[in-house]
């Protein structure tokens, strides 16, 4: 992650799941409720079932946890001593040099997200399907949306990886994204995504990717990190859940309360 102090590297898998925890509370704390049933009415979900809304809820964490996908691959070479430990993993192309991290976030779930179960019909514009839609808004997190990826890449999703780097890497991406959905329970994809609820998505995940990229809240989860398996990503995922309404109460982000005020 940038900004860290000299020598010390934030695992992906953590900061995907950090990005769900705050994006939780952000649901629970921050949108108000006519926000959550625009949310929920725009997946063709019921906003007066609360199932329907538990389950909108998922989807915008998941969605927030898959944001940052595409550091598997160059980005990570952003940090050399820790790359320099990737020996096992195949040489990244050099194509791949010239695509931000959002860019290739963007094309790593136009691939992905059909398999998925998300409706992926229509190669042009408008962009209509729920994954077209959502890995646009995903790539764009940093606040630029990038073009639909090229039709070959839309058509053929098996030439993502020799344009991002396959064999481990693609693994990896996979790996990373039934993480994420698995950690909110594997929600079902919706059939349609509207415009309305893309925007308020769009803002939920910038939102969430913030609080949770405060350095001073990094530099505390590293103090627990130790080798990298199931039982360490398991309880980085339940200290990421603790903290998610802390960051969002202390950034002032609750809804906001009225005092009823006697007229005098």
């Known amino acids: 992650m940038d900004g860290l102090p000299d020598g010390l590297t934030y695992p992906v898998f953590a900061h995907l799941l950090d990005t769900v925890a705050v994006c939780l509370a952000l649901w629970d ?89 998300y409706d992926s019909t229509g190669d042009g514009l408008p962009v209509a399907s729920p994954a077209r839609r959502l890995a646009q808004l995903l790539g764009g997190h940093h606040g630029r949306i990038f073009p639909q990826p090229h039709r070959d890449y839309l058509r053929h999703p098996a030439l993502v990886p020799g344009l991002l780097g396959g064999g481990r890497w693609e693994e990896q991406r996979a790996a990373h994204l039934m993480v994420v959905a698995e950690a909110v329970g594997r929600p079902t994809p919706p059939q349609v995504l509207s415009v309305e609820t893309a925007v308020l998505a769009g803002e939920a995940v910038v939102l969430a990717d913030w609080l949770a990229s405060q350095l001073t809240f990094v530099v505390d989860q590293l103090k627990h990190l130790g080798a990298v398996g199931p039982p360490v990503v398991e309880a980085h995922w339940e200290r990421a859940l603790a903290a998610g309404p802390r960051l969002v109460e202390t950034a002032g982000l609750g809804l906001p309360e009225w005092k009823e005020t006697p007229l005098s």
């Open 29 to 117: 704390l921050h949108l108000s409720e006519g926000q959550q049933r625009i949310f929920t009415a725009g997946l063709g979900l019921d906003p007066d079932s609360t199932a329907d809304r538990q389950r909108a809820r998922s989807l915008l964490a998941c969605w927030a946890g898959w944001h940052d996908l595409g550091k598997i691959g160059n980005f990570q070479t952003l940090a050399p001593a820790a790359f320099a430990l990737l020996r096992r993993y195949p040489v990244l192309p050099s194509a791949a040099r010239g695509l931000s991290h959002g860019e290739c976030t963007q094309l790593i779930l136009a691939a992905r997200l059909p398999a998925y179960g």
